[in-house]
Nanobody
Framework: VQLVESGGGLVQAGGSLRLACATS????????IGWFRQAPGKEREGVAC????????LYAGSVKGRFTISADSAKNTVYLQMNNLKPEDTANYYC????????????????????WGQGIQVTVSS
């Protein structure tokens, strides 16, 4: 399994970024794929995930209405469009995959059958 993130960077508050996670090595359609983030001094938290076979999506309350997750099955790639970014969105963002879609993104745990990307930095200046 391979997950390769791209698209991070520095943006001013109110701006937008789009993260991409290019995947390989597992059945793209029936797995839960998405994003966690970890800010300095804080625990890693689930942000959003998607299961592309039924387009089921889940979001953390803190990003609902601002972030949109989508999946391109032809490219085996998941995107996270982040709009109206806030300084509190500053974190290292990790792509992750697991065979099981969680009930909520806050309860999402990556099992031994899942995988993580290397992480990519998103910095939002005020």
């Amino acid at each position: 399994v391979q997950l390769v993130e791209s698209g991070g960077g520095l943006v001013q508050a109110g701006g937008s970024l789009r993260l991409a996670c290019a995947t390989s090595g597992f059945p793209f359609g029936d797995h839960a794929i998405g994003w966690f983030r970890q800010a300095p001094g804080k625990e890693r938290e689930g942000v959003a995930c998607i299961r592309s076979e039924d387009q089921r999506t889940l979001y953390a309350g803190s990003v609902k209405g601002r972030f949109t997750i989508s999946a391109d099955s032809a490219k085996n790639t998941v995107y996270l469009q982040m709009n109206n970014l806030k300084p509190e969105d500053t974190a290292n963002y990790y792509c992750a995959v697991d065979p099981v879609l969680p009930i909520t993104v806050s309860s999402w745990r990556i099992s031994d059958l899942g995988a993580w990307g290397q992480g990519i930095q998103v910095t939002v200046s005020s």
